[in-house]
């Protein structure tokens, strides 16, 4: 995946705004409104560039959801299940997509089901915190980024139509 730096991003929005640095204040502001509007895009649509397959062990489990076959989705390799498979679907053609339901953090396979591991696709979870020195933000979001963020700026000066605007030209990007 193409990546742009938060420095990058930082510059376009200086640049956007017409000042040639932010105070500290303000640079706080612009961080929280940029992972705001991250984590908000970041689940927006099932982004091919966000895509993973990640392959997990089925096992019986007990607590919190009684099941012979399944899998505890944690959040820590993949953020929202779009599917489970029998193989990787991004690495062999014959990939069949499994039925599986979701419960309680867990993804449970039917109980006649041969499957000791599983494929599931799903979004990559984005970092916590962006900021200086980060290399990860995904650069097919920078426009949107950056007229989100300045639009986000306008709000917070209190120039309301300008926010709009910009909010509206943001999402069309």
Avoid: H
């Avoid at 420095?7 to 705001?36: C, M, P």
């Amino acid at each position: 995946m193409r990546t742009v730096t938060y420095d990058e991003l930082k510059s376009r929005f200086t640049s956007a705004i017409g000042v040639d640095q932010l105070l500290a204040s303000e640079e706080t502001a612009f961080k929280n409104s940029l992972n705001d509007r991250v984590k908000g895009a970041w689940t927006r649509a099932k982004w091919p560039e966000l895509m993973t397959a990640v392959e997990l062990s089925v096992a019986a489990t007990t607590s919190p959801v009684a099941a012979d076959k399944a899998v505890q989705i944690d959040n820590s390799s993949v953020l929202d299940v779009f599917g489970v498979y029998d193989k990787n679907p991004y690495a062999d053609r014959t990939a069949v997509q499994l039925d599986y339901r979701l419960v309680n953090g867990y993804i449970v396979l039917p109980a006649e089901s041969s499957a000791t591991s599983i494929f599931v696709v799903g979004n990559q979870v984005p970092p916590s915190d962006y900021g200086v020195g980060t290399t990860t933000l995904p650069r097919f979001l920078e426009r949107y980024l950056v007229l989100a963020c300045v639009s986000d700026w306008y709000k917070a000066d209190g120039m309301l139509e300008k926010s709009l605007a910009e909010e509206q030209v943001a999402e069309e990007t």
